[in-house]
């Protein structure tokens, strides 16, 4: 049973989110996650101000059901399912990230140096806004995220799905190889 | 009552697979466009390809769902642009937060709370589009 408490192989993880979608399916629904943020804009008033946001989303409750299990979820594994969190990268990745400064790589979940409560600064706080602003209104443009396109759209063998990949990929590349070098320097 | 503690278990399950198999760390997607291991590739991979043969099965024996209605699955609108700018500009945010929609929450639940303001831009960020949405090329 001891793997369970360290990282999940991929197949293992793989065949989990394929599972997540199939009893979407069964249940009658579809797998999406990014729709909740456009339900919290609705829940928010925000139909006063466009039009996208008047749509019935008392329909879409049951997604923000799936929302609050997988906070539940994520609460479960890094508290019962989890002996130690640090994230094995690749070796190369690690000295690569520690000369950007990022000193937790290879021993943290998530990098203190963007993710940190008390190491928090002006930076790492723009950082999670600007990243955070183009999550959201890139998906809502795009139409869907990771669970929709990457695994969903492809999945049903779509092309609008295909093309948004790529998309992600190319902002992705973008922002790893030349905005990187340039923002942590 | 009882379908909603279905969509709650659905989501435990799902926040626990995206803890569990790190996709939801920044390291592993930093390393992923990197393309320095073939962790993250091999979960997209095995979803995907098990979710095309599910998707297949469903089809060719018109499976029906728990409650006997019909599983349809809904043509995405033909366009490139939107898919493409969109696409782009959730990759630029993707690799820059290290997080997308799904493991933002499963981040909430393992604590930490930074991810809070990623939650709250992002939300902000749908708002922006779909009140910029008339202008944008589609």
Redesign the interface.
């Known amino acids: 049973m001891s793997w369970i408490f360290g990282t999940w192989p991929w197949y293992v993880s793989g065949m989990g989110i394929a599972f997540v979608m199939f009893l979407l399916l069964m249940m009658g629904k579809k797998f999406g996650m990014s729709s909740n943020l456009r339900t919290l804009c609705s829940i928010c008033g925000a139909g006063k101000k466009a039009s996208f946001f008047n749509y019935d989303w008392k329909a879409q409750k049951w997604n923000l059901v799936v929302v609050a299990g997988v906070i539940i979820g994520g609460f479960i594994a890094n508290n019962f399912l989890t002996t130690d969190n640090a994230v094995q990268i690749d070796s190369e990745m690690v000295s690569e990230l520690k000369s950007l400064g990022f000193e937790s790589a290879g021993e943290a979940y998530l990098p203190k140096e963007i993710y940190g409560l008390e190491e928090m600064n002006l930076q790492s706080i723009l950082i999670l806004i600007i990243g955070g602003l183009l999550v959201g209104f890139g998906t809502r443009y795009a139409g869907g995220c990771t669970s929709g396109h990457a695994i969903s759209g492809l999945s049903s063998l779509q092309l609008p799905s295909l093309i948004a990949v790529i998309g992600f990929f190319a902002g992705g590349l973008f922002m790893i190889h030349v905005l990187f070098p340039i923002i942590f320097n | 009552m009882k379908?909603?503690i279905?969509?709650?278990?659905?989501?435990?399950?799902?926040?626990?697979?995206?803890?569990?198999?790190?996709?939801?760390?920044?390291?592993?997607?930093?390393?992923?466009?990197?393309f320095?291991?073939?962790?993250?590739?091999?979960?997209?991979?095995?979803?995907?390809?098990?979710?095309?043969i599910?998707?297949q099965l469903?089809k060719r024996f018109k499976?029906k769902?728990?409650?006997g209605?019909e599983?349809s699955?809904?043509?995405?609108?033909?366009?490139?642009v939107?898919?493409?700018?969109?696409?782009?500009?959730?990759?630029?945010?993707?690799?820059?937060?290290?997080?997308?929609?799904?493991p933002m929450?499963?981040?909430?639940?393992?604590?930490?709370?930074?991810?809070l303001?990623?939650?709250?831009?992002?939300?902000?960020?749908?708002?922006?589009?779909?009140?910029l949405?008339d202008k944008?090329p589609h």
Do not use: D
């Open positions: 379908r909603g279905g969509f709650l278990l659905i989501g435990i399950l799902f926040g626990i697979v995206l803890f569990k198999s790190e996709a939801a760390s920044w390291f592993r997607i930093y390393e992923m466009f990197n320095k291991s073939f962790h993250m590739y091999g979960i997209i991979g095995t979803a995907v390809t098990l979710g095309v599910i998707i469903i499976v769902s728990f409650y209605a599983i699955i809904q043509p995405k609108e033909k366009s490139i939107r898919y493409l700018i969109g696409g782009t500009l959730f990759g630029l945010g993707w690799a820059l937060a290290g997080a997308c929609p799904g929450f499963a981040l909430t639940g393992a604590g930490f709370y930074p991810i303001i990623v939650i709250l831009s992002a939300t902000l960020g749908t708002f922006l589009y779909g009140f949405r944008l």
